[in-house]
């Protein structure tokens, strides 16, 4: 038995660590199944710039709890595979996702169709809220464009941790 999210967990940011905080309350083994590249370099070029890269995103994850650390080649194939058949070549017994998560050919696996797969199968899904700051939710894409603006002191609010604290894995 293991608990499962799934998602790209670039910054691994508040909202990241506040989902990482319920996957953890589990009480079971923890599992993050992330890609690289970036999905959107093969769906729909160019992928956005990395907040973090694959070694400092694996430091921070390991930081926050995460206990298993699944890094998946996104490719064609993996893009043209349905979520149901990407769910079932994965080993877990609880699911949680963030609210309007959505993934697999066509992003088809959106919360009812999870949860329709996962009833038979007695998994527990959950999906989280999106944590609120400053009014908006947080993601990568507002840290991006915080980071892109010049204004660290915004990003590193919606990160929850100090960019230059661990910039030596840089």
Known sequence: MTALTIGMFDGVHLGHQALIRKLRATGLPTTLVTFEPHPLAILRPPAPRQITPPALKAKLLTRFGIDQIITLPFTQKLAATSFDQFLD?????????????????????TEPAVRAWAK?????????PKLIIENEPVSSTRIRQALEEGDVDKAERLLGWSLKELSHVL
């Open 120 to 128: 038979p199968k007695n998994i527990q899904v959950e999906y989280i």
């Open 89 to 109: 070549s994965l080993s877990f017994s609880h699911l949680i996702l963030g609210k309007g998560d959505a993934f697999g050919y066509r992003r088809e696996g």
